[in-house]
Nanobody, 127 residues
Framework: QVQPQESGGELVQAGGSLRLSCATS?????????MAWFRRAPGKGREFVAA????????YYADYVKGRFTISGDNAKNTVYLQMNSLKPEDTAVYYC???????????????????WGQGTQVTVSS
């Protein structure tokens, strides 16, 4: 069973940077279709942040993070990263890592695309 584990969340000032990591507990990234980051802000539903596909390494971003966040993967470490720059208070949320193992036709920005989820890591951006 795949057990994604996020880390790297913390309190940071607006304008600062953080890098989140998601390790797949030894499950090889090359055996996935892709991975993604979602987030849930206080009082809101979970929303898409970024995704990376194994085939071709294509990346996808939500408009509200485009140009500020970068998703990348390290197959040797079975880890996916989310580099977050120019953080804003509205980026405050619990960030979740998700893994796409089984084939589906759902859009990469849909929660339904992903089969395993981590417990989340808290990111708090102070103004």
């Amino acid at each position: 069973q795949v057990q994604p584990q996020e880390s790297g969340g913390e309190l940071v000032q607006a304008g600062g940077s953080l890098r989140l990591s998601c390790a797949t507990s030894g499950y090889n990234l090359v055996n996935t279709y892709g991975m993604a980051w979602f987030r849930r802000a206080p009082g809101k539903g979970r929303e898409f942040v970024a995704a990376i596909r194994r085939s071709g390494g294509d990346t996808y971003y939500a408009d509200y993070v485009k140009g500020r966040f970068t998703i990348s993967g390290d197959n040797a470490k079975n880890t996916v990263y989310l580099q977050m720059n120019s953080l804003k208070p509205e980026d405050t949320a619990v960030y979740y890592c998700a893994v796409d193992i089984y084939y589906s036709t759902y859009d990469v920005k849909s929660e339904a695309k992903y089969d395993y989820w981590g417990q989340g890591t808290q990111v708090t951006v102070s103004s």
